[in-house]
């Protein structure tokens, strides 16, 4: 089983940031958090990645809290086409499957 | 940019018949894997396959499964004789490591048993 907790739905309106949060209070120390989304019923698209830092890339940035116990994805300025499922999963580095929930299906609204 | 490219996109069959996914992975790719996603529901890992072999499988992935790379672009996924709770979309994944960060997903095949 998944061993993240994510609101199932959320709501932003487009051009503001999205900010969409994950639980992972059974976070290991080998075990890094990892952002999908899912578009419509497309394939799962990889976002962004960390262990314990903060990092940044063109898509979005990912918030870890220093206890590692929970993570925030920023998409700076959210569009349409961001509506989407975004899940979020620990995975051990030497892990090969991602074990994906329920996500938080994200709607930007107009 | 290169892709996962899977085929067909969507293949009917009645059950019990056998039906053959294909999937073309990223070429300088080597590990390669399968998911499949029942409608409304969770994604879930079904294989992975590197070097001619199963490296890891789930409880999903029974003796009606069958993975098998038949030349050096293909990567197919079988399943013996499909039942109707097989109706599922399934992904073909590839990686360029072993616990590479970023696997890169096809678009999947919509599989509906009859």
């Known amino acids: 089983d998944a061993k993240t907790t994510q609101p199932p739905s959320m709501d932003c309106a487009e051009g503001r940031a999205a900010n969409l949060p994950c639980n992972h209070s059974t976070i290991s120390g080998n075990e890094y958090v990892y952002w999908y989304r899912q578009i419509h019923s497309q394939g799962p698209q990889y976002i962004i990645h960390g262990l314990k830092n903060n990092e940044t890339n063109e898509m979005a940035s990912l918030i870890i809290t220093e206890d590692r116990k929970s993570s925030t994805l920023i998409l700076p300025h959210a569009t349409l086409r961001d509506t989407a499922v975004y899940y979020c999963i620990v995975r051990p580095d030497y892990g090969q499957n991602f074990v994906f929930g329920p996500g938080t299906r994200l709607s930007v609204l107009p | 940019e290169p892709e996962v490219t899977q085929t067909p996109s969507h293949q009917v069959t009645q059950m019990g018949q056998e039906v053959i996914l294909r999937c073309v992975p990223i070429s300088n790719h080597l590990y390669f894997y399968w998911y499949r996603q029942i409608l409304g529901q969770k994604v879930e890992f079904l294989v992975s396959?590197?070097?001619?072999?199963?490296?890891?499988k789930s409880e999903i992935f029974d003796d009606q499964f069958s993975v098998e790379r038949p030349d050096g672009s293909n990567f197919t996924l079988k399943i013996r004789s499909t039942k109707l709770e097989d109706s599922a979309m399934y992904f073909c994944?590839?990686?360029?490591?072993?616990?590479?960060?970023?696997?890169?997903f096809g678009p999947g095949t919509r599989l509906t048993v009859l």
């Open positions: 396959f590197y070097n001619n072999e199963i490296s890891e």
């Open positions: 994944a590839s990686s360029d490591g072993p616990g590479a960060n970023e696997q890169f």
